[in-house]
C-alpha cells in the first residue's frame, strides 16, 4: 500500500514539488490498474517467466554483465560489440521492475539487487558510468573518442547509456521503494548536469534518451537541474557548425540526429526512427513541464508529418533500412520496409504524451495500432525470439534480412529484445488518464482500476473479450455517489477511421454505429475529441455497455504511396491482417482478393494461441508447366502481429484487388509468375 501511494503522488498528481507546469491529462499509475484478461496478461506473465530471464541471462552470456565487473576492477578488455550495450541491462532491470508489481518475485528482486551492485562498482567516483571507457581509460573503445564525451555528438552513446540508466533506477524506485539504483543515477544526473549546459559543454546527444531520464528523474526529486539539462540538450540541437547544411546526406547535415536546425524550427519526423521517437518524447515532456509555445508548435507539426505521411498501415515506423531511419514523405515501400521495433517502442512513448498535452483519441487510436500490431509483432509467443525489423511482406523470390533466420533469440545490437521486456509490463499505465472530474478510458483491457476522484475512491471493472469482441462492459462501484465524466474511447476505427489522416482510409464507409446502454437502457450521447462523454452522478454498480462494430474492413491508401496502388489491406477492429503461407496453400504473395469479397470470422482457440482468422474466397495466380492461370481458392488471414510463428514462408499485407501485368522471375526452382 506504501508504495502504491508513493507512485500515486509522484505519477498521478502531476504536480510534484511546486510544479506550476505539466501535462493537462494525467496517466493513472499502472499499479492501480490490475489485468485479468486473455489477450495482454498472458504476454505480460511470459514476458515476466520467459522474456526477463532470458534477457538477463543472454546479457550473462554474451560478456554485458562482465563489462561491469571489469570496470570495478579496472581490468580486461571490453567484450561486447557496442558501448551502448551497458544499456541491455539497464532496460531489462527496468521491465523487471514494472513485473515486480505486477508479480512480487523474491528472487528476481534479489538477482536485479547483485546487478545492481555490479553497476555501482563500476561507477567512477564522480558519478561516470561507461564501462567501455572505465575497464581500460587509455585504450576505450573505439566510438568513444580519447576524452569524455569527446564523440558523443555521434558515436560513443555515452548519454544515450545515462538516459536508459536513469529510466531503469525511476522504474525500480517506483515499483520497489528502493533507492540502490536510484542513487547510482542521481549521481551520474549531477555528474551530467555539472559538464553541460550553458557557460559548459554544449553538445546534442547523438542518441536521445537522456532527455526523457532525466525528466523522469526531476519528477522524483524535484531538481530544477535535471529538469533544466533536459532542456538545454534539446535546445542544443541545430547549432553544430561542423555539418554542411547545404548536403542531402543525413548524416552529412546532421538529419540522422534530428540535429540539422533547432528542434523549435522541425516540421518533419526525420532521421533515425528510435532517437526521433524518443527526442519527440522529451520534446513533449518539455513543453508541458515548462509551457514552451515554440516546441509544443513543432511538436504538433512533427506529429502531424507523421501520421499523415510517414507511418506504415500496421503502425510501424522507420521504412528505411540506411540509417534505420524516417524517408521522404509518402516513402514507405513494402518489400524493404524496415519498421524497428524499438521504433514502434518510442511511438509508443511519444503518442501517450501527445494525448497527455492536448486529450484528444488520435493519439491514442495510433497508440493502439502500434500497440496491437507494429509492437507485438516483434516478440514471438514464445517469448524469446524477436524481430529487430518488421517486414510488410516477405517472397519466396527476395531475401528479407530477417527471412534468412526467422525470428532471433538474440542480436549483436539486441537493444529491440531488451526493449520489449520494459514496454509491456508498463501497458496498465496507459489504460485511465483524469483531468479534474474527468475520467478517460483509453485502453479496452479486462482489468480492475483503483481511481481517485474527488477526493472519493472509485472502482471500474472492465469485462471484454477485446480485441476479438466488441462487446464492452464497465461497472463502476464507489461507496457514494459521486458526480464524474466518464470519457470512453470510441476507437478511430469504429467511426470510419483508419488513420487520424488520409493516409489510409477504409474503402468503403460503415453505416454501424458504436451503441452505449447505462444499466441496460440505451442512451444518447455527445462525443468530444473521440471520446464518448457520459456525465451523470455515479452510483454503487452501475454499468455502461458498449457495442462496436467488429466489421471486416478493406483499407485503401493515399494515391501518393506508389507500392499500394490497387492494393487492399484488411482489418478487423484494431488487428491489421496478414496472409502467411502455412494458411494459403504453402503462397501468400500470389493472392488477389477482388472487390466485393464476402468475409466471415472465426475464433481459433488452437491457433496461434488463440486468434479470430479472417476466411473468404480469393483468386491465386499459378504457374504450371510453364503455364499461368488464376485459380479461385480459399483465403485465410491472421492477425499481423501473430505471423512468422510457425517456420518460414511468405507473408503478404497489401492485396491486389486485380492483375494489372505479370512479372516473371526466373530462379533455381522454375519460373515464377507475380502478379502485379
Known amino acids: 500500500m506504501k508504495r502504491n501511494l508513493l507512485l500515486l503522488s509522484i505519477l498521478s498528481a502531476g504536480l510534484v514539488y511546486g510544479q506550476n507546469r505539466d501535462y493537462t491529462y ?16 498472458p504476454r505480460i506473465k511470459i514476458n ?104 558523443e555528438r555521434e558515436l560513443s552513446h555515452e548519454l544515450y547509456n545515462s538516459g536508459h540508466l536513469y529510466e531503469a533506477a525511476a522504474a525500480h524506485y517506483l515499483a520497489t521503494g528502493k533507492k540502490n539504483l536510484l542513487n547510482i543515477a542521481l549521481k551520474n544526473a549531477d555528474l551530467v548536469c555539472s559538464v553541460f549546459g550553458p557557460g559548459k559543454q554544449h553538445v546534442a546527444p547523438g542518441h536521445e534518451v537522456v532527455e526523457m531520464g532525466l525528466v523522469k528523474l526531476y519528477r522524483i526529486t524535484g531538481k530544477q537541474e535535471y529538469l533544466q539539462t533536459a532542456k538545454d540538450f534539446i535546445e542544443e540541437r541545430g547549432h553544430f557548425k561542423g555539418y554542411d547544411a547545404t548536403s542531402k546526406d543525413p548524416w552529412k547535415n546532421g538529419a540522422y540526429w534530428q540535429d540539422h536546425i533547432p528542434v523549435a524550427q522541425q516540421r518533419e519526423a526525420i532521421g533515425h526512427a528510435v532517437r526521433a521517437g524518443y527526442l519527440y518524447a522529451a520534446v513533449a515532456d518539455i513543453a508541458a513541464l515548462t509551457g514552451d509555445q515554440k516546441l509544443l508548435t513543432a511538436i504538433d507539426s512533427i506529429w502531424e508529418n507523421m501520421v499523415s505521411k510517414k507511418i506504415y498501415v500496421q503502425g510501424g515506423a522507420g521504412a528505411i533500412g540506411d540509417g534505420e531511419r524516417y524517408g521522404a514523405n509518402y516513402e514507405l515501400p513494402n518489400e524493404t520496409a524496415y519498421n524497428e521495433t524499438c521504433a514502434a517502442i518510442s511511438n509508443i512513448y511519444w503518442n501517450q504524451r501527445m494525448f497527455q498535452l492536448h486529450g484528444d483519441s488520435k493519439y491514442i487510436d495510433v497508440l493502439e495500432k502500434i500497440l496491437y500490431n507494429g509492437f507485438i509483432s516483434g516478440v514471438g509467443l514464445d517469448g524469446k525470439s524477436f524481430f529487430y525489423t518488421n517486414a510488410m511482406q516477405i517472397k519466396n523470390s527476395f531475401k528479407h534480412r530477417d527471412m534468412e533466420s526467422g525470428r532471433s533469440g538474440w542480436f549483436e545490437c539486441s537493444c529491440c529484445p531488451t526493449n520489449v521486456t520494459r514496454l509491456l509490463p508498463s501497458i496498465p499505465g496507459y489504460m485511465y488518464a483524469q483531468k479534474d472530474n474527468k475520467v478517460y478510458v483509453n485502453l479496452i483491457i479486462n482489468s480492475n482500476a483503483s481511481l481517485t476522484v474527488g477526493g472519493k475512491a472509485v472502482e471500474i471493472l472492465q469485462q471484454n473479450n477485446y480485441p476479438w469482441d ?48 447505462i444499466n441496460g437502457s440505451p442512451v ?153
Open 524 to 676: 444518447e450521447y455527445t462525443t468530444q475529441q473521440g471520446y464518448a462523454v457520459l456525465s451523470r452522478t455515479w452510483k454503487k454498480g452501475d454499468v455502461v455497455e458498449v457495442k462496436l462494430p467488429m466489421e471486416v474492413r478493406r483499407v485503401i491508401a493515399n494515391k501518393n504511396l506508389e507500392d499500394d496502388a490497387g492494393k487492399v489491406a484488411i482489418q478487423r477492429g484494431p488487428l491489421m491482417y496478414c496472409a502467411e503461407w502455412a494458411d494459403n496453400n504453402g503462397r501468400a504473395t500470389n493472392i488477389i482478393l477482388p472487390a466485393g469479397t464476402d468475409f466471415s470470422t472465426e475464433y481459433n482457440a488452437g491457433l496461434l494461441n488463440g486468434v479470430t482468422v479472417i476466411k473468404g474466397e480469393s483468386v491465386a495466380v499459378q504457374v504450371k508447366d510453364d503455364n499461368v492461370a488464376t485459380v479461385k481458392q480459399p483465403f485465410v488471414a491472421i492477425p499481423y502481429y501473430a505471423w512468422a510463428n510457425r517456420g518460414k514462408g511468405e507473408m503478404m499485407i497489401w492485396f491486389p484487388e486485380k492483375i494489372k501485368d505479370i512479372e516473371i522471375i526466373a530462379d533455381n526452382t522454375g519460373n515464377n509468375a507475380v502478379s502485379k
Open 48 to 151: 515476466h517467466s520467459v522474456t526477463i530471464p532470458t534477457s538477463f541471462e543472454r546479457c550473462e552470456n554474451t560478456g554485458r554483465v562482465k563489462n561491469f565487473e571489469m570496470a570495478a576492477a579496472k581490468s580486461g578488455k571490453f567484450c561486447t560489440v557496442y558501448p551502448f550495450d551497458d544499456t541491455d541491462i539497464y532496460k531489462t532491470i527496468e521491465g523487471a521492475s514494472f513485473s515486480l508489481s505486477l508479480f512480487p518475485d523474491k528472487k528476481l528482486e534479489l538477482y536485479i539487487d547483485t546487478l545492481i551492485e555490479k553497476v555501482a562498482k563500476a561507477q567512477e567516483p564522480d558519478g561516470y558510468l561507461y564501462t567501455a571507457r572505465t575497464i581500460d581509460p587509455l585504450h576505450p573503445h573505439k566510438w568513444a573518442g580519447t576524452e569524455r564525451w569527446q564523440k
Open 26 to 41: 494525467s496517466p493513472v499509475t499502472f499499479t492501480s490498474v490490475k489485468l485479468t484478461d486473455n489477450f495482454w496478461l
Open 470 to 517: 466488441g462487446d464492452l462492459k464497465f461497472t463502476v462501484s464507489s461507496k457514494k455517489a459521486i458526480a464524474f465524466d466518464m470519457l470512453i474511447r470510441i476507437p478511430g476505427w469504429a467511426q470510419n477511421e483508419a488513420m487520424p489522416s488520409d493516409l489510409y482510409t477504409f474503402e468503403k464507409s460503415s453505416a454501424q454505429k458504436a451503441e452505449i446502454k
